[in-house]
T-cell receptor
Framework: GQQLNQSPQSMFIQEGEDVSMNCTSS?????WLWYKQEPGEGPVLLIA?????ELTSNGRLTAQFGITRKDSFLNISASIPSDVGIYFC????????????????FGQGTILTVHP | NAGVTQTPKFRVLKTGQSMTLLCAQD?????MYWYRQDPGMGLRLIHY???????AKGEVPDGYNVSRLKKQNFLLGLESAAPSQTSVYFC??????????FGPGTRLLVL
């Protein structure tokens, strides 16, 4: 089945540092989503990407839809303590074709810890 | 506007007991989903519904049943709980064109 592989699995950084994480798949995706989950909460959508090569920003967050449509990247600039959480990539189940009914496949997540 | 709510927030069950998790959304969304989250495995889809009265299996449906009798509610049932069902359960909903909104989760411990 479809799998999304995220790396790194975890990151420990100092406040103010930039962060980069990525998500790869053996299948093509037409949409890439990045979610953040804070402790004790459900995932919240950060950025949605709909076109190969697309670069989209949301404040200090920037995400890119890979040209091959098999990967995506998320960068966080000048990290702050409230960036702590688990970051998930996700894409529609069914990949490039078929009706996915909004079902999502998730990566295993990148755990981010920011030291003040 | 509460978004997606889940009850209960936390529950402890003994092996073999049954329970129902309730998800409610007030956004008039057509689609609703149940996921489970386990350490190092991300979120995996259990069951989903594309409208009132419809349900379908997801990636890991065994041991669970669902019902969508009302558009705003999606129930997840465990008929005979097993320790392997210890997890955090998330409900989500979406309209036909938007992305998914998640509830706060239900933590379930099966002893």
């Amino acid at each position: 089945g479809q799998q999304l592989n995220q790396s790194p699995q975890s990151m420990f950084i100092q406040e103010g540092e930039d962060v980069s994480m990525n998500c790869t798949s053996s299948s093509i995706f037409n949409t890439w989503l990045w979610y953040k989950q804070e402790p004790g909460e459900g995932p919240v959508l950060l950025i949605a990407l709909y076109k190969a090569g697309e670069l989209t920003s949301n404040g200090r967050l920037t995400a890119q839809f890979g040209i091959t449509r098999k990967d995506s990247f998320l960068n966080i600039s000048a990290s702050i303590p409230s960036d702590v959480g688990i970051y998930f990539c996700a894409g529609p189940r069914g990949g490039a074709g078929g009706t996915s009914y909004g079902k999502l496949t998730f990566g295993q997540g990148t755990i981010l810890t920011v030291h003040p | 506007n509460a978004g997606v709510t889940q009850t209960p927030k936390f529950r402890v069950l003994k092996t073999g007991q049954s329970m129902t998790l309730l998800c409610a959304q007030d956004m008039n969304h057509e689609y609703m989903y149940w996921y489970r989250q386990d350490p190092g495995m991300g979120l995996r889809l259990i069951h989903y519904s594309v409208g009132e009265g419809t349900t379908a299996k997801g990636e890991v449906p065994d041991g669970y049943n669902v019902s969508r009798l009302k558009k705003q509610n999606f129930l997840l049932g465990l008929e005979s709980a097993a320790p392997s069902q210890t997890s955090v359960y998330f409900c989500a909903s979406r309209s036909r064109i938007e992305t998914q909104y998640f509830g706060p989760g239900t933590r379930l411990l099966v002893l």
